[in-house]
């Protein structure tokens, strides 16, 4: 039997759409509505619907890039909101997430090496020569060698960024990543190593992933189960098998018929 | 038999760098003709983008047309002035970008960018622009016009800002509309509401369409004949569901072999081994030689012929002895 690693109870995330004068009633944006469910150690867990239904907004709040409105989250059976500045910086170890664009998120004025020992140093993970160690040890499980440690990310091509963002994200040895359209904006040639590199470092890692993406196909080759989002809700949820023979909720169900027409 | 709306013959790209000239595209020869939906499909780097490029008179400064020529409704494009251009651009032939954040001015109105364009090309009043770029919002399948023709780009949605685009590209009734990956910014649904839309485009105006996009099931769902580009060549080109069924360039094979899906669940994904060889890195040879599972002797030094099977071409050694040569 699988553990748990992540439950997620009646998730809320509200923005405020408060217009100049204080008498008047506030409004929300209600970016995720009142959301529930639970990953399990080991899974890869599909997160798909349209723009804007709240797909992104989950995958922050679940690394705690933004705070709930409302509702818990439980790592491993502890809540996230109870911890002190101390326990949520050690929590933040253990998650990480990528983004679709890696260009916008290394920062071009530094060099692969030093993306790579930031987060080593801020977490102050062994002397020079260990974090030199194992920023080699990652770019090797990312498929890349010691070259690329003095290089830019101008100088990289899509995919050696996609993996340089990838080797940043496992450097510290996450039990959980969020893939937010990681996958995205790549070739299917690349997107296909990439695909296969993420399925490599789940089995060495014993990572558990939340997959964004509005690609079908993808969502469907990679994920174990799915959850289908509209509207700040998660209006089905099942293993990825029964999810492509039978939609229950006619929003998975328009979704659906379009890739498998 | 109809006259092709465009005919592009044996093109040849040259970019002119600090170290040498470089050929980006080679021996580009196609045709498209009316109310035809031709596809561009290929790796990036490969030339897609240059060959709308090259179509549209829009090449940088240091590319240049080495060899060859394109025939647009019986004139030479690469022959013509800048002043013929700007009567041509965006009114017979006109684009359409991946972001249509980019291709919009962000501080003027929807309703005065749409009707500038018959401001340039026509000589309708002010009042038929309105009613011109109205009934074709309506057309594209934009609601509120009145409210719309006062609206900013940034308060509109992403599947909104394409349709305004595709309402400038097609208002001038264009002989050809050069997509370039229109559908990759916007998700699934919306992107199937464009993917219609220039379904209805095509019956409504009749005309014809070059369609650029990384992505197979875009290029199934809309094109009717595809072209497979790789490092500056066209190595393959047919009738989209032949070809895909039955691709015969091995680049073609693995590229949709690398293409994810249900059922291959649980399996490694077929990769293509190696990058796309950038343009100095080119050799004479075939292309996709340090790359190719079946490669064979004679294809490091001699670039195939192109041969033909049906209305299939393929440009590759191993069909030497089958296809008919040419």
Redo the contacts between chains.
Sequence with gaps: MKQPLIKVENLKKFYDQRRGKFWEQASYIKAVNGISFTLYEGESFGLVGESGSGKSTTGQLLVQLIQQTEGEIYFKGEDVSSFSAKQLKAWRKEVQIVFQDPFSSLNPKKTVQWTLDEPLALHKLGDKATRYKRIVQTLHDVGLDESYLSRYPHELSGGQRQRIAIAAAIILKPQFIVIDEGVSALDVSVQAQILNLLKDLQHQYQLTYLFISHDLHVVQYFCDRIAVMYSGEIVEIGETEKIIQSQQHPYSKSLFSIVNH | MNQATLAVHELDITFHLPEGEFYALQDISFEINPNEVVGIVG??GCGKSLTAKAIMGTLPQNASITRGNMIFQNRQLHQMLDKDWQRLRGNELTMIFQEPMTSLNPVLTIGKQVSEVLKRHTSLSKKERKQQVMKTWKKVGLPRPEALWKAYPHQL??GMRQRVVIAMAVIGQPQLIIADEPTTA?????Q?QILSLFQSIKQNYNNALLFIS?D??VIRRICDRVMVMYAGRIVEQGDVDKLMNEPKHPYTK??LQ?????S??GQ?????PG?VPSLQERKTGCPFYERCPLKMKQCEAVFPDTYTFARQTVACHLFAKEGDHH
């Design positions: 790796e990036s949605s992403g916007l998700d699934v649904t919306t199937a990384h197979w099931g693995s590229l690398a293409i994810p899906n249900a291959k669940r490694r994904l077929y990769t293509i990058n």
